[in-house]
Nanobody, 117 residues
Framework: QVQVVESGGGLVQPGGSLTLSCVVS????????MAWYRQTPGKQRELVAG???????NYADFVQGRFTISRDNAKDTAYLQMNNLKVEGTAVYCC???????????WGLGTRVTVSS
């Protein structure tokens, strides 16, 4: 049984930082690509950042060097370090898991980030 659990969201002022975590159970983490998406009401879910099982990363243009995605295979955990957060970064951030050897993908319920003064 695969479970995906995000944490680390909260309220932060503009310009502040947060680190999100995504823990994956089910022994699939090390062979899975991981990605963070964000969702706001009335908008389509959009990709924030991704990392392959080999460690190759990619970022949405709006990240502009402010975020870093990483993974710790020993802890079955992916991270999203977010610096210099902007008000428009307010969203529910969800973790996506794409196993290399399965057609399935998995999602967590998300963690809410609110950027406000």
């Amino acid at each position: 049984q695969v479970q995906v659990v995000e944490s680390g969201g909260g309220l932060v002022q503009p310009g502040g930082s947060l680190t999100l975590s995504c823990v994956v159970s089910g022994r699939i983490f090390s062979t899975s690509a991981m990605a963070w998406y964000r969702q706001t009401p009335g908008k389509q879910r959009e990709l924030v950042a991704g990392i392959t099982n080999g460690g190759t990363t990619n970022y949405a243009d709006f990240v502009q060097g402010r975020f870093t995605i990483s993974r710790d295979n020993a802890k079955d955990t992916a991270y999203l370090q977010m610096n210099n957060l902007k008000v428009e970064g307010t969203a529910v951030y969800c973790c996506n898991v794409e196993p290399k050897f399965s057609p399935s993908e998995y999602w967590g319920l998300g963690t809410r980030v609110t950027v406000s003064s």
